[in-house]
């Protein structure tokens, strides 16, 4: 019984170990997270807009106001649900060009996200 319990934590040890090297490992080529860029939903606004981001960026917006939006490009390349208050939405950019997008139940609530 003594000895188990003098094995119980170096096998916890152990194990622990052997989780944080697995979990500091680096990820296999491609598939890397994508970079991120947030954009926030304020004041009936999107900021920052426009921006400029590579190719293979991922764009998150988030609502900061107190009522719900949308955010859907003009091409319906990408659309959201409607958002909440603190909930986002996210989309990656796999080609160069230059993207306007919308608020459809604000209309007057324009951005651009443009792609080199």
Same mark, same amino acid.
């Given at each position: 019984?003594?000895?188990?319990?003098?094995?119980?934590?170096?096998?916890?040890?152990?194990?622990?170990?052997?989780?944080?090297?697995?979990?500091?490992?680096?990820?296999?080529?491609?598939?890397?997270?994508?970079?991120?860029?947030?954009?926030?939903?304020?004041? #009936?606004?999107?900021?920052?807009?426009?921006?400029?981001?590579?190719?293979?960026?991922?764009?998150?917006?988030?609502?900061?106001?107190?009522?719900? *939006?949308?955010?859907?490009?003009?091409?319906?390349?990408?659309?959201?649900?409607?958002?909440?208050?603190?909930?986002?939405?996210?989309?990656?950019? *796999?080609?160069?060009?230059?993207?306007? #997008?919308?608020?459809?139940? *604000?209309?007057?609530?324009?951005?651009?996200?443009?792609?080199?």
């Amino acid at each position: 019984m003594r000895r188990a319990r003098l094995l119980f934590p170096a096998l916890l040890g152990l194990l622990a170990a052997m989780l944080g090297l697995v979990a500091a490992a680096p990820l296999p080529p491609g598939t890397s997270t994508p970079p991120k860029v947030a954009v926030s939903i304020e004041n #009936y606004a999107f900021q920052p807009d426009p921006i400029t981001i590579t190719a293979g960026t991922t764009v998150v917006w988030t609502n900061r106001d107190e009522v719900t *939006h949308t955010v859907v490009s003009a091409g319906k390349l990408f659309a959201s649900p409607e958002l909440e208050t603190n909930h986002s939405y996210e989309f990656t950019f *796999h080609k160069a060009g230059t993207f306007p #997008y919308s608020c459809t139940l *604000h209309p007057e609530m324009k951005g651009k996200v443009i792609v080199k």
